[in-house]
C-alpha cells in the first residue's frame, strides 16, 4: 500500500469511525448512564468485532454480500430491528439499562463484538471498504494494515464519544435530565435505523 492510498484510508476510517451511528450513540449513552469505564468492553469489543468483518471481506464474504441482494437485505433488516429494539429500551429506561439479555448496557465486549454483524453501518463501512482497499493480489497483507487503522480510529472514536456521555453524567444526574436524556438517544438510534432502512 502506497502512501497515497494509506493517507486515503486513514481519512476514510476516521470519517467513518467519528461520525454519527450505533456504536457512538451506544458509547455515550453508556458513558453517561454507567461512567466510563463500563463503555471499556464496548470500546475494545467494536474494534474487534468489525476487524473479524474486514478479515471476512478479504475472505470473500464482501463479494458474496454484493452479489447476493436477497442476503443484503436480510443483513439489512436484521440490523435494522436490532437498532429499534436497542432504541426502544433505551427510550423506556430510568438508567440506560434498557431491555434484558443482549439489549442491556452497559454491552459486554462480546455482544459489542457480535453487535459488529447486525449494525448496518459496520456492513457498509466493510464492503465499501473490501472494494477500495482489499480487491488486491495480497488481500490478507492489506487487510492486516486495514484491520490496524480502522481498530485505532474506532477505538479513539469510542473513547471521545463515551468521554462525553461521562462528562454530562454529574449534570444528568439532576432532576428528570437524565430520562430525557435517553428518550434522545433512543430517538437518535431509531432516526439512524430509519434512516438506514430508507437509505
Aim: with cysteine; net charge positive; hydrophobic share 60%.
Amino acid at each position: 500500500m502506497n502512501p497515497d492510498q494509506l493517507l486515503a484510508l486513514v481519512v476514510f476510517a476516521l470519517v467513518g469511525s467519528f461520525t454519527p451511528g450505533p456504536n457512538n450513540a451506544i458509547a455515550t449513552a453508556t458513558g453517561a448512564n454507567h461512567g466510563f469505564a463500563a463503555a471499556l468492553p464496548h470500546i475494545a469489543g467494536v474494534p474487534f468485532g468489525f476487524s473479524t468483518m474486514l478479515l471476512a471481506a478479504a475472505g470473500g464474504v464482501a463479494a458474496l454480500i454484493v452479489a447476493s441482494p436477497a442476503l443484503s437485505t436480510l443483513l439489512k433488516w436484521l440490523g435494522i430491528a436490532y437498532l429499534l429494539w436497542l432504541a426502544w429500551g433505551l427510550a423506556r429506561s430510568r438508567d440506560g439499562g434498557g431491555a434484558g439479555g443482549p439489549f442491556k448496557l452497559p454491552l459486554a465486549f462480546w455482544q459489542s463484538a457480535l453487535f459488529q454483524y447486525l449494525n448496518p453501518k459496520a456492513w457498509m463501512l466493510s464492503v465499501a471498504t473490501a472494494a477500495a482497499w482489499l480487491a488486491t493480489d495480497r488481500p490478507w497483507q492489506r487487510a492486516a494494515i486495514v484491520c490496524v487503522v480502522f481498530s485505532i480510529a474506532c477505538a479513539a472514536s469510542l473513547v471521545l464519544w463515551a468521554w462525553v456521555g461521562a462528562a454530562l453524567r454529574r449534570w444528568l444526574a439532576h432532576g428528570g435530565r437524565l430520562r430525557n436524556f435517553n428518550v434522545s438517544m433512543g430517538a437518535a438510534l431509531a432516526a439512524t435505523a430509519v434512516w438506514m432502512g430508507v437509505a
